[in-house]
């Protein structure tokens, strides 16, 4: 039987690109990681510190799996924080950081959306260090689920049985039981499609200017998405 992939083999050399420019334009000495542990185990945050002289990190995440804690435990400058990064309460367990980390997140993110993520984590950050699938199937920031069943599907990289969108569309206001929340507002289904244009607009409104931006081509197949990485600073 085929061992599973290493967690470190999944790891995007762009988004480490991204890091490492992050690092050395803005001399960043902090960060937070959020969302950093499914199907990488914290690689991100991992990597960083292996690689840059940090002198601290917070990896946020509300499942902290065994294999990340046991490598964190061995690094000091590293905190663990467990929950949704969306609860104001875990923003404050972050505390100050220098730079935020947003990989492949931002699009999931509801009540609060994605721009209120942002304004939570602003007054604590002067750097946000963003990796994103942002749309480009129309001028404007889409809530996907508004597009219908059909066009969703169209829209996600999932197929109408995979793991929580089975039957998604039949019981979008029912509660679900772990996260004590309508099933339209988890955050494990693809959420949003967020422009460059309302992304760029929103920081700037919060006092935020871009310093970086680049265009990574298409995500996979789906033709209203595009792979697009970003650095903001103040």
Known sequence: MP??????????PEKIELIDL????????????LGA????????????????????????????????????IRIPRLKLVRGNFGDPEVARKVGPVDAIFLFDVLLHQVAPDWDQILDLYAPNTN???IYNQQWIGSPDTVRLL??????Y???????RDHGPYSDIFTRLDDIHPVH???????????QWGITDYDLITKLRSIGFRLHFMRNYGPFGPLRNFENHAFIFAR
């Open 3 to 12: 061992h599973p992939p290493s967690p470190n083999s999944l790891l995007n």
């Open 22 to 33: 992050a690092e050395s334009l803005l001399k960043i000495r902090s960060f937070a990681d």
């Open 37 to 72: 542990v499914w199907r990488v185990e914290g690689g991100y945050t991992f990597q960083a510190l292996e690689k840059h002289d940090f002198d601290r990190a917070v990896l946020v995440d509300s499942n902290v799996t065994a294999t990340v804690e046991t490598k964190a």
């Open 127 to 129: 750097v946000f260090i």
């Open 146 to 151: 508004d597009l219908g069943e059909d066009e």
């Open 153 to 159: 599907f169209n829209n996600v990289p999932h197929e």
């Open 180 to 190: 004590q929340r309508p099933w339209r507002d988890i955050h494990h289904i693809w």
